[in-house]
T-cell receptor, first 116, second 114 residues
Framework: GAVVSQHPSRVICKSGTSVKIECRSL??????MFWYRQFPKKSLMLMAT?????????EQGVEKDKFLINHASLTLSTLTVTSAHPEDSSFYIC????????????FGSGTQLSVL | GENVEQHPSTLSVQEGDSAVIKCTYS??????FPWYKQELGKRPQLIID?????GEKKDQRIAVTLNKTAKHFSLHITETQPEDSAVYFC?????????????FGKGTKLSVKP
């Protein structure tokens, strides 16, 4: 199956700082990447859809100025949590799909963000 | 609505028994229905999927059935083993041919007791 790599796996930061999370498709070109947020024992909440070379599409209620998404190449998308606060602490997970994977969605390993 | 209703939220079975998880949806445009397994702290893994032109699909101990008319689909796990213990998520494609844009159910925590 397709491999999606996500880094870092865990980050602890101080309130007010920014954190960047990278998501890479290793063996395929991902025209579309998705960013999810997952709270403990909860489902995957789609935050935004990222298409290579264009602006991300954010879900209702997600602050685009707080969660900056860049999809600069067909293999890399980044999520930057700006001015992080304790309520931003969560498990963030990316995923990628492409016509080459026939619509199947493959997930990165996730990033556990803890804001102190 | 846009949501996928998934039941039950928790399921406990004895090793060797079968487990069934059901999801319902309302958007008739959905044409792709995957199931993901997520172990604690790990990424969701695709375990089986089905498209709307098929009523049933099986892969060893796992099967998925789809009733497009009634708008529900189910995951069936037979001869359960302790390593099947995990959270299972159903999902539906948000649009026809939406290339990965999925709406997820709230998950079912399956516990298989040895």
């Amino acid at each position: 199956g397709a491999v999606v790599s996500q880094h870092p796996s865990r980050v602890i930061c101080k309130s007010g700082t920014s954190v960047k999370i990278e998501c890479r498709s290793l063996d395929f070109q991902a025209t579309t990447m998705f960013w999810y947020r997952q709270f403990p024992k909860k489902s995957l909440m789609l935050m935004a859809t990222s298409n290579e070379g264009s602006k991300a599409t954010y879900e209702q209620g997600v602050e685009k100025d707080k969660f900056l998404i860049n999809h600069a190449s067909l293999t890399l998308s980044t999520l930057t949590v700006t001015s992080a606060h304790p309520e931003d602490s969560s498990f963030y997970i990316c995923s990628a799909a492409t016509s080459a994977t026939n619509e199947k969605l493959f997930f990165g390993s996730g990033t556990q963000l803890s804001v102190l | 609505g846009e949501n996928v209703e998934q039941h039950p939220s928790t399921l406990s079975v004895q090793e060797g028994d079968s487990a069934v998880i059901k999801c319902t949806y309302s958007d008739s445009a959905s044409n792709y229905f995957p199931w993901y397994k997520q172990e604690l702290g790990k990424r969701p893994q695709l375990i089986i999927d089905i498209r709307s032109n098929v009523g049933e699909k099986k892969d060893q101990r796992i099967a998925v059935t789809l009733n497009k008319t009634a708008k529900h689909f189910s995951l069936h796990i037979t001869e359960t083993q302790p390593e099947d213990s995990a959270v299972y998520f159903c999902a539906r494609s948000r649009y026809g041919g939406s290339q990965g844009n999925l709406i997820f159910g709230k998950g079912t925590k399956l516990s298989v007791k040895p």
